[in-house]
């Protein structure tokens, strides 16, 4: 089928699909990889919870529940320096929140809550 015989819809799918697959071969592999990571991730909000690099969240569960707590706090504070530097979508980023904020104490929350309301004024 040639592409005029497409509905327009489809046509423009089709070219959004080519201009971004071009877009993500002219970058570094890491780039495309990471840019790639983060889109799907973003696209895959509120789907059942699929692991599609194997093993990986359970492995780092099974490392947690054995580590020594500075190793996870080093491990943490340099993981998570390294994820400053690279693309995360927008749900990454709010797991990581997430789990940051569950570990604060009620009273800790408050007093962050009012230092950034505090910056913010």
């Known amino acids: 089928m040639h592409m005029e015989a497409l509905p327009p819809a489809a046509r423009y799918r ?17 780039d495309a990889a990471q840019i790639c990571c983060a889109v799907l991730d973003e696209v895959a909000a509120e ?5 599609p690099w194997g093993s990986i969240r359970s492995d780092a569960a099974f490392w947690a529940d054995l580590a020594h707590p500075a190793e996870l706090e080093n491990y943490a504070t340099f993981a998570l320096r390294k994820l400053g530097q690279r693309a995360l979508g927008k749900q990454m980023r709010k797991r990581l929140f997430k789990e940051l904020w569950r570990s604060f104490t009620d009273a800790e929350r408050a007093a962050f809550l009012k230092h950034v309301n505090g910056r913010a004024a």
Do not use: C, F, V
């Not at 080519?18 to 970058?27: N, Q, R, V």
């Not at 789907?47 to 692991?51: E, T, V």
């Open 14 to 30: 089709h070219e959004k699909r080519l201009t971004a697959s071009i877009a993500l071969t002219d970058l570094d592999p890491q």
């Open 47 to 51: 789907m059942p919870d699929l692991d």
